[in-house]
């Protein structure tokens, strides 16, 4: 099988040599690199340019899914393989990934997951890659949702991907992919090394507009008939969802705090709020120790406010400015 392995770039000069370092450092060597390089403004396209692959430049940025589709039009291999340009893969990844379609012909598409490691050891990037591993190890084996970092599909069954998504296009994509019953493996063994670095402001950025993004699929697809049938959307399980809403109702009692009934409701939401992502935090606990977990439970819950904006944010302006 030979890969097409294409890399969507916008001023990624601090992670791109990483990231083409470890695709050239495959044990596979039967694939071409296809950089698409969204008119970049720092020296991406000279580094690309240091490598044995074909360098795209686009007019504009038009956002990842038109790089992403652009980068397909070019392509000869069979399996088509998108990376992040934050990413590094392992030597074995491209072997895992064939062995997965070979193993299964009606495979659509293979996706993975966030290694648990960072190269960056302050608090903010270590808890959203211990996150994000977290999320997606307790998913199922086959799911309806792509993760960007790493995507393989199989040429024939290629649809492309929802330009007018800013991001989350690969979780909309999914999602089609689930309307024409195709299989999508989530192989945990597909771990990627992430080197994006993230503050306080960068997590809260990102934890605003990754779920207002979802809320544009969600209506799209009838995200409600999957949180009653299967008590997940995507990758967003039920108990996440209900944790959202325990958070504003927590603040809303908060601000009753003198009255006896409230401090009693405020109690019980906490409690509530804890059991429900108990798991979590032994897990954090487990991998950074009982300070990083302390941490987590008051960021957790800060998080949670800010995602649960997204959501109403994308809602109403999806609903109201867009889809109607």
């Known amino acids: 099988m030979k890969f097409s392995i294409i890399v969507p770039v916008y001023d990624s000069q601090d992670t791109l040599r990483d990231c083409l370092d470890s695709i050239f450092s495959s044990e596979i060597k039967d694939f071409e690199v296809i950089v698409v390089n969204a008119k970049s403004t720092d020296k991406s396209a000279e580094i690309a340019k240091r490598y044995p692959c074909r360098l795209i430049t686009l007019e504009e940025n038009k956002g990842a899914a038109f790089s992403r589709n652009i980068g ?51 608090f903010f990037t270590q808890y959203k890659n211990l996150y994000m591993h977290y999320i997606f190890k307790r998913c199922p084996r086959y799911v309806d949702f792509l993760y960007g970092s790493l ?61 207002f993004w979802w809320a544009k699929s969600f209506m799209l697809h009838n995200g409600y008939k999957d949180i009653l049938r299967k008590k997940r959307f ?18 809303i009692s908060f601000l009753f705090w003198n009255k006896s009934w409230a401090r009693v409701f405020s109690f019980i939401l906490l409690l509530i709020f804890f059991l429900l992502n108990y798991d979590f935090f032994t897990f954090l ?36 400015f867009v889809i109607s």
Not at 82 to 97: E, P, Q, R
Not at 182 to 198: A, C, G, Q, R
Not at 244 to 251: C, H
């Open 72 to 122: 397909k039009d070019n392509a000869n291999g069979e399996l088509l393989v998108f990376i992040d340009t934050d990413v590094a893969i392992k030597k074995n990844t491209l072997g895992l990934i064939a062995e997965s379609f070979r193993e299964d012909k009606g495979l659509a598409a293979v996706t993975g997951i966030l290694s648990k490691e960072s190269p960056h050891k302050d």
């Open 151 to 211: 995507i393989a599909i199989r040429r024939d069954y290629f649809l492309r991907f929802d330009e007018s998504f800013k991001i989350t296009d690969d979780t909309e994509l999914g999602q089609r992919y689930k309307k024409l019953n195709k299989k999508i493996l989530l192989n945990p063994e597909l771990e990627v090394v992430h080197f994006k670095k993230y503050d306080f402001k960068g997590i809260i950025k990102n934890d605003f507009f990754v779920p």
């Open 234 to 251: 995507s990758h967003t399980r039920m108990n996440q969802i209900i944790s959202i809403v325990v958070s504003y109702l927590l603040m």
């Open 285 to 320: 606990r487990r991998e950074r120790g009982l300070l990083f977990s302390i941490k987590s439970i008051i960021f957790t819950y800060l998080d949670m406010l800010i995602m649960g904006l997204g959501v109403l944010a994308g809602f109403i302006y999806f609903n109201v």
